[in-house]
């Protein structure tokens, strides 16, 4: 009787346990990833290095300096309309950062009441005493319940795919929101959310994962995976997510000689010293981000290299919004400076309640033509679910196995992605079926060159429940099972 007793009050404790439903300051903490050659530390804001206050590391490969801050930005351009009442149509923007140490970076923030105007972390995604930023391998930083998934206790890890998934040597998982920035409301008295005057911002709710993956072969590379979520009533058209890099190739002292460059072909961003030697005369090498996934194609849609001291003001909507416009790409610099990185993805639309995904991965090595090589084994790591294969791979750095991959997200509402890769062009069918086995929807039916390819399915007018997706090119087919709910 005892046990039973127990057993109900366990069920009743973990049906009622509840989180606050946005962010909040307070939860700021550091954490550190240290599980191969790349050691970062990074923030619960989604900021990664940044401060060297109170850190031993900030961006440091094989003992050297590389990463002064990494700033990730959500850009979207408000629904148009008049927004000021004087008759005429105001398209306006706005840029979500987080904390960090550039310039108007922390200006950005309410006038009055000084609190920041940005992401901060969302309550849930600590361990119990509050402390610890949930990583993988420490199973004292896991909260006592996920707030995403309160039937998840502090035995379960929140994988990337699923109920204790471990896609890496070393992973951390944490959301943050956007509800303190209230720029737009107060400027403009723009709500995301129709239904919730309290929700401010643009109702964005980002899933954020760092992965360190245990394969040998990768120990020069972090995932950097963001899961970015429209939880309120607006439908935003034009969304960008963007990435600003401080760079500290060859050490502090040595950031006067710094190059960097776009490979437009394999979507890689590089920063290297001109001379190759760091502050105290060592060899340095390169730094390297290569996007590997974005919602509406693969490609970085603007990148430049600049000079430090003109870094753009990060309190700056427009501006920054200008700064990462669709197709707006320097070649590189003419000469050696103090130079940052700024890059994006192309514009993407983000329904209410549409979870769109963005995956990058910063690889280092001691030259360009070594990223390249592992560039292309980085993304097929990640398409393959972390599960390496050599095989997959030949001289000419092409893919050479077909592969579907399961849906993200899934289980989904409404909208859910499916990837798969053709080692060689011809004609690709991609068909949705119930669990009877009928045709549901023809998603795809047209002749594609090799390559890797993602499409999306929209069940917006079907029912709950299990539902079977194939792939079918050449003489290659696979089926997969995905589940609705509604």
Do not use: C
Not at 255 to 266: A, K, Q, R, V
Not at 285 to 293: A, R
Not at 325 to 332: H, M, R
């Amino acid at each position: 009787m005892s046990r039973l007793i127990l057993a109900f009050v366990s069920s009743l404790f973990i049906t009622t346990i509840s989180f606050s439903q946005y962010s909040d300051p307070n939860l700021y903490r550091v954490g550190f990833l240290n599980g191969n050659n790349l050691k970062l530390s990074f923030y619960n804001d989604g900021q990664i290095a940044g401060f060297s206050q109170g850190v031993t590391i900030r961006g440091n490969w094989k003992g050297n300096d590389y990463i002064g801050d990494m700033t990730p930005l959500i850009g979207v351009e408000l629904p148009i309309k008049d927004y000021n009442s004087d008759g005429k149509v105001d398209t306006i923007h706005s840029v979500i950062i987080s904390r960090g140490p550039r310039q108007g970076q922390m200006n950005e923030k309410d006038p009055i009441t000084m609190a920041f105007w940005g992401f901060n972390p969302k309550p849930g995604y600590l361990n119990s005493s509050l402390e610890k930023i949930p990583m993988s391998n420490d199973r004292s930083s896991w909260p006592s319940f996920w707030a995403e998934h309160p039937d998840w206790d502090s035995t379960v890890w929140n994988g990337l795919y699923g109920k204790n998934f471990f896609a890496g040597g070393l992973e951390t998982y944490f959301r943050i929101d956007d509800n303190a920035d209230e720029e737009v409301f107060k400027l403009y008295g723009f709500l995301p959310d129709s239904t919730n005057m309290n929700r401010k911002g643009l109702g964005l709710n980002i899933g954020i994962r760092y992965i360190q993956p245990a394969d040998s072969n990768f120990n020069d590379v972090i995932y950097k995976v963001y899961d970015i979520k429209n939880e309120g009533t607006t439908t935003y058209n034009k969304v960008f997510y963007g990435d600003i890099i401080g760079t500290l190739v060859g050490g502090v002292g040595d950031s006067g000689d710094d190059l960097g460059s776009i490979d437009s072909i394999t979507n890689t961003v590089y920063s290297f010293d001109y001379d190759g030697l760091g502050n105290q005369g060592q060899k340095v090498g390169v730094m390297s981000e290569t996007l590997i996934e974005a919602p509406t194609n693969n490609n970085i849609a603007s990148f430049s290299f600049f000079n430090a001291s003109a870094s753009p003001d990060m309190s700056e909507d427009e501006y920054l919004w200008w700064r990462f416009s669709l197709g707006k790409v320097d070649k590189g610099p003419l000469w050696p400076m103090d130079g940052d990185i700024l890059w994006g993805t192309n514009y993407f639309s983000l329904a209410p309640g549409e979870t769109k995904r963005v995956v990058s991965a910063i690889v280092m090595g001691d030259s360009i033509s070594q990223i390249n090589a592992k560039v292309l084994k980085v993304k097929l790591l990640w398409f393959n679910n972390f599960i390496y294969d050599p095989d997959n791979i030949n001289d000419e750095n092409v893919i050479t196995r077909y592969a579907l991959a399961q849906n993200y997200p899934n289980p989904f509402n409404p909208t859910t992605t499916i990837s798969y890769n053709l080692p060689k062009s011809g004609l690709v069918n991609i068909v949705i079926y119930d669990v009877l086995g009928k045709e549901i929807k023809r998603l795809a039916s047209e002749y594609k060159q090799a390559g890797s390819y993602k499409i999306n399915f929209d069940a917006s007018t079907l029912a709950s429940g299990v539902y079977f997706y194939s792939l079918r090119a050449n003489d290659f087919v696979s089926t997969k099972k995905m589940l609705l709910l509604k």
